[in-house]
Nanobody, 123 residues
Framework: QVQLVESGGGLVQAGGSLRLSCAAS????????MAWFRQAPGKEREFVSV????????TYADSVKGRFTISRDNAKNTVYLQMNSLKPEDTAVYLC????????????????WGQGTQVTVSS
């Protein structure tokens, strides 16, 4: 079992930056591939980014490529999402997810989820 707790959300103006954190706890949580998803009101959950357990490979949604950076510190069991050049359309609840399986873009491939942190970008 892996427990995930997100933090770092908030209100920011368009063009600003935020760094989200996802603290993982549980047995061998550093072996898990970790992803960020987001869900805006009235919309389906959307893949944002994923990083494999070693940190070597990262994948991004086209909508955030070049603006967001995912990273992890396995010594701290924490995954980060650095978000720059934020846009109003980035407004959503951001959720952290973990899987021991090969990482993908579908939420169905992830076994553990955090509660989410709200990011609001004003225009």
């Amino acid at each position: 079992q892996v427990q995930l707790v997100e933090s770092g959300g908030g209100l920011v103006q368009a063009g600003g930056s935020l760094r989200l954190s996802c603290a993982a706890s549980g047995r061998t949580s550093s072996n898990y591939n970790m992803a960020w998803f987001r869900q805006a009101p009235g919309k389906e959950r959307e893949f944002v980014s994923v990083i494999v357990w070693s940190g070597i490979s990262r994948t991004y949604a086209d909508s955030v490529k070049g603006r967001f950076t995912i990273s992890r510190d396995n010594a701290k069991n924490t995954v980060y999402l650095q978000m720059n050049s934020l846009k109003p359309e980035d407004t959503a609840v951001y959720l952290c997810a973990a899987t021991i399986r090969p990482p993908g873009r579908s939420g169905e491939e992830y076994d553990f989820w955090g509660q989410g942190t709200q990011v609001t970008v004003s225009s």
